[in-house]
């Protein structure tokens, strides 16, 4: 964890209630892998395309801290680089999304602390802004107003599963947040946004490694566009997810924005080469999401470590972690 927090940037967001007593939710924010991601040649009218993504979390996570507070407004506070305006900022604006869509007004303080690289397709900012939904429907007792009608104890360890308000905000604020309000791997279909299937945990080595460049994900999409590749059958994955089949899984992962992403960026595929390299029979490579982080699924940790550390040598930002093999949704409330 990085010491100290830099970059508090204080923005009202409407009157404070000065008898909400104080309580703090704080949970972590896992960065994603996408077993299987398959994009469909085309737009809707919208100008959108069609996805289905497989996604499980991995424990690589940012550490999230909300509290309430009797001062009006939010305030965000990250030890990454200072955010200018908060509102650029996805967390903070889950948060003033949430409470606007509720009808309440309540001061907030909301802390990250970053581990997940950006613009890699690990879904860091995604992950940030279900945290902090998380963190507020597990405080939304102590918060003006008391519970929304329907609302209550959230199953399954999903501090949010009975509040429809926090799943459409989810959506609103990008395809990858919805995932990150439960805790099963899912196969989410739609624009990528809508949750059609849970799998049970499975924990997988991963090495993640990523050049200095990134991906844009809308140069991505256009790059696909004049070059469209096939999606793969997630058949025969989703099976092995099934069963628990960790070799199955790992032979079935697939991306299909692979080329594009790499003829966005050309380190990315520098990268995925170099993990090819490194690979052991029966390993899989894998770019993670839109790029430009890559994925090795290593045979044991001791594997993903040594992957890690080769990338390292070569210059690559690279660390070993593991797919998360137990809930993790749930916030931890306590008295500020």
Same mark, same amino acid.
């Given at each position: 964890m990085?010491?100290?927090?830099?970059?508090?940037?204080?923005?009202? +967001?409407?009157?404070g209630?000065?008898?909400?007593?104080?309580?703090?939710?704080?949970?972590?924010?896992?960065a994603k892998?996408?077993?299987?991601?398959?994009?469909?040649?085309g737009?809707?009218?919208?100008?959108?395309h069609?996805?289905d993504?497989l996604m499980?979390?991995l424990?690589?996570?940012?550490?999230?801290?909300?509290?309430?507070?009797?001062?009006?407004? $939010?305030?965000?506070?990250?030890?990454?680089?200072?955010t200018?305006?908060?509102?650029?900022?996805?967390?903070?604006?889950?948060?003033?999304s949430l409470?606007? &869509?509720? /009808?309440? =007004?309540?001061g907030?303080?909301i802390?990250l602390?970053?581990?997940?690289?950006?613009?890699a397709?690990l879904?860091?900012?995604?992950?940030d802004?279900?945290?902090?939904?998380?963190?507020?429907?597990?405080?939304?007792?102590?918060?003006?107003?008391?519970?929304?009608?329907?609302?209550?104890a /959230?199953g399954?360890?999903?501090?949010?599963?009975?509040?429809p308000?926090a799943?459409?905000? +989810?959506?609103?604020?990008?395809?990858?947040?919805p995932?990150?309000l439960?805790?099963?791997?899912c196969m989410? /279909?739609?624009?990528?946004? =809508?949750?059609?299937?849970?799998?049970g945990h499975?924990?997988?080595?991963?090495?993640l490694?990523?050049?200095?460049?990134?991906?844009?994900?809308?140069?991505?999409?256009?790059?696909?566009?004049?070059?469209?590749?096939?999606?793969?059958?997630?058949?025969?994955?989703?099976?092995?997810?099934?069963?628990?089949?960790?070799?199955?899984v $790992?032979?079935?992962v697939s991306?299909?924005?692979t080329?594009? &992403?790499?003829?966005?960026?050309?380190?990315?595929?520098?990268?995925l080469?170099?993990?090819?390299?490194?690979?052991?029979?029966g390993?899989?490579?894998?770019?993670?999401?839109?790029g430009s982080a890559c994925?090795?699924? +290593?045979?044991?940790e001791?594997? +993903?470590?040594?992957?890690?550390?080769?990338?390292r040598?070569? /210059?690559?930002?690279?660390?070993?972690?593991?797919?998360?093999?137990?809930?993790?949704?749930?916030p =931890?409330?306590?008295?500020?």
């Amino acid at each position: 964890m990085r010491e100290g927090a830099s970059g508090v940037s204080p923005q009202p +967001a409407g009157r404070g209630l000065e008898t909400t007593p104080r309580a703090v939710a704080r949970t972590v924010a896992p960065a994603k892998v996408n077993l299987y991601l398959g994009v469909r040649a085309g737009r809707d009218g919208r100008g959108y395309h069609r996805v289905d993504s497989l996604m499980c979390a991995l424990e690589l996570h940012d550490d999230v801290e909300v509290e309430l507070v009797d001062d009006a407004g $939010i305030e965000l506070a990250c030890d990454a680089s200072p955010t200018p305006d908060p509102r650029s900022n996805l967390a903070f604006r889950a948060a003033e999304s949430l409470l606007a &869509a509720w /009808g309440v =007004e309540q001061g907030l303080r909301i802390r990250l602390v970053k581990r997940v690289p950006s613009q890699a397709g690990l879904g860091g900012g995604s992950s940030d802004a279900a945290a902090v939904l998380r963190c507020l429907c597990a405080l939304r007792d102590k918060i003006g107003g008391g519970r929304p009608r329907g609302a209550g104890a /959230g199953g399954r360890g999903d501090a949010t599963s009975a509040d429809p308000t926090a799943f459409e905000v +989810a959506r609103s604020l990008g395809a990858d947040v919805p995932f990150f309000l439960g805790d099963r791997p899912c196969m989410l /279909g739609g624009l990528g946004d =809508e949750p059609r299937r849970h799998f049970g945990h499975l924990s997988l080595p991963v090495t993640l490694a990523r050049p200095d460049g990134g991906v844009p994900t809308p140069a991505a999409y256009r790059a696909f566009d004049s070059d469209p590749v096939p999606p793969a059958d997630p058949a025969a994955l989703m099976s092995a997810l099934d069963r628990g089949d960790a070799r199955g899984v $790992i032979a079935g992962v697939s991306n299909n924005l692979t080329r594009a &992403a790499c003829s966005v960026q050309p380190l990315v595929a520098d990268t995925l080469s170099l993990l090819r390299s490194l690979a052991l029979p029966g390993e899989g490579v894998l770019l993670c999401g839109s790029g430009s982080a890559c994925a090795l699924f +290593a045979r044991d940790e001791a594997r +993903a470590a040594h992957v890690a550390e080769a990338c390292r040598a070569a /210059g690559l930002w690279s660390c070993a972690t593991m797919t998360v093999g137990s809930d993790w949704a749930r916030p =931890e409330v306590s008295a500020a």
